[in-house]
């Protein structure tokens, strides 16, 4: 049973474009939403994280939008580029179970030159 | 500033063995958690250790077991090995209290035979 839903499975987009990746969650206890990349033969990196009671949060060209009454959230990365190619996952922790991540399936996103 | 480090990289063994597999934690950090990532598939907790007492397990068989030494570093072990036990394990640190530093090291890739 996920308790994370993530998708699209992939996406591809041109230099410059906007990717966005969506995630949905069923548990309201969830409170820490972090996204990770990971490039082939890595260990996830942290990219970017947000609490609810936000609901936006940019950091450099990764930005998080969150929508806490349908328990969604999102990434949009701007101005993306081929550097950018890799495979973004979207997790949630509860202050209950700290440091215990479910993570989404995962997105592979390829952005072209 | 070394990051968490993991070995072996690679790993390669049969059903019924037993492997185990090594952690060091970020400098500074107290907490491990450790990961398995199947092919193409978002990373599934399977336990944390704190004070050298796990803290919290998912849903994994004892099969799997673990341990932290005094130094914070951790060790993942494996017994009676099943093909589908062939991932990659990745192994995050990070320090109580703080769960947004949590740091992933490179993961040891397994395969199962």
């Known amino acids: 049973q996920q308790q994370v839903k993530q998708s699209p499975q992939s996406l591809i987009v041109q230099k410059g474009g906007i990717p966005i990746i969506n995630c949905a969650y069923e548990?309201?206890?969830?409170?820490?939403f972090p996204w990770y990349q990971q490039f082939p033969g890595k260990g996830p990196a942290l990219l970017i994280a947000?609490?609810?009671?936000?609901s936006e949060k940019k950091e450099g060209r990764f930005t998080i939008s969150f929508n806490k009454s349908a328990k969604q959230f999102s990434l949009h990365i701007m101005d993306s580029q081929p550097g950018d190619s890799a495979t973004y996952f979207c997790?949630?922790?509860?202050?209950?179970?700290?440091?215990?991540?479910?993570f989404g399936a995962g997105t592979q996103v390829v952005v072209t030159p | 500033d070394a990051g968490v480090t993991q070995s072996p990289t690679h790993l390669i063994k049969t059903r019924g063995q037993q492997v185990t597999l090594r952690c060091s934690p970020k400098?500074?950090?107290?907490?491990v958690s450790w990961y398995q990532q199947a092919l193409g598939q978002g990373p599934q907790f399977i336990f944390q250790?704190?004070?050298?007492?796990?803290?919290q397990r998912g849903n994994f068989p004892d099969r799997f077991s673990g341990h932290q030494f005094p130094n914070y570093s951790s060790e993942l072990n494996v017994n009676a090995l099943l093909l589908g036990d062939s991932a990659l394990y990745l192994c995050?640190?990070?320090?109580?209290?703080?769960?947004?530093?949590?740091?992933f090291g490179p993961g040891t890739r397994l395969l199962v035979l």
């Open positions: 947000i609490r609810p009671d936000v």
């Open positions: 250790y704190y004070e050298e007492e796990e803290r």
């Open positions: 995050a640190s990070s320090l109580l209290g703080v769960q947004e530093t949590q740091y």
């Open positions: 548990n309201t206890a969830f409170d820490y």
């Open positions: 997790a949630a922790s509860s202050a209950d179970s700290w440091g215990k991540l479910q």
């Open positions: 400098s500074g950090h107290d907490t």
